[in-house]
Nanobody, 122 residues
Framework: VQLQASGGGLVQTGDSLRLSCAASGRAFSNYAVGWFRQAPGKEREFVSAINWDGENTYYADFVKGRFTINRDNAENTVYLRMNSLKPEDTAVYYC????????????????WGQGTQVTVSS
């Protein structure tokens, strides 16, 4: 499966963005999908994940209540709605897919998109 992340941009504190992760190739509904992010000078970290049918979602503590993940398997797309953005949310956001279970661990994901830049100004 090939993944294409999009939707990033430059916004101000408190604004919202919706990231998209579009998949092509094999049946997308077979995959759990996760979002990760990497800020300058920092390691990549888990943000959120969703299982194959969207019934189970997971969030890092620092985004709970602000970010929402969902998916549309008919459109082969997973979305990450980000509200109340903060400067510390500035990072490159990556989507990843796995045929296994949802996981906060990078190495559990076999397929990765190229990343989309999110910059939040103060």
């Amino acid at each position: 499966v090939q993944l294409q992340a999009s939707g990033g941009g430059l916004v101000q504190t408190g604004d919202s963005l919706r990231l998209s992760c579009a998949a092509s190739g094999r049946a997308f509904s077979n995959y759990a999908v996760g979002w990760f992010r990497q800020a300058p000078g920092k390691e990549r970290e888990f943000v959120s994940a969703i299982n194959w049918d969207g019934e189970n979602t997971y969030y890092a503590d620092f985004v709970k209540g602000r970010f929402t993940i969902n998916r549309d398997n008919a459109e082969n797309t997973v979305y990450l709605r980000m509200n109340s953005l903060k400067p510390e949310d500035t990072a490159v956001y990556y989507c990843a897919a796995t045929e296994g279970m949802t996981s906060p661990l990078e190495h559990e994901y076999e397929y990765w998109g190229q990343g989309t830049q999110v910059t939040v100004s103060s």
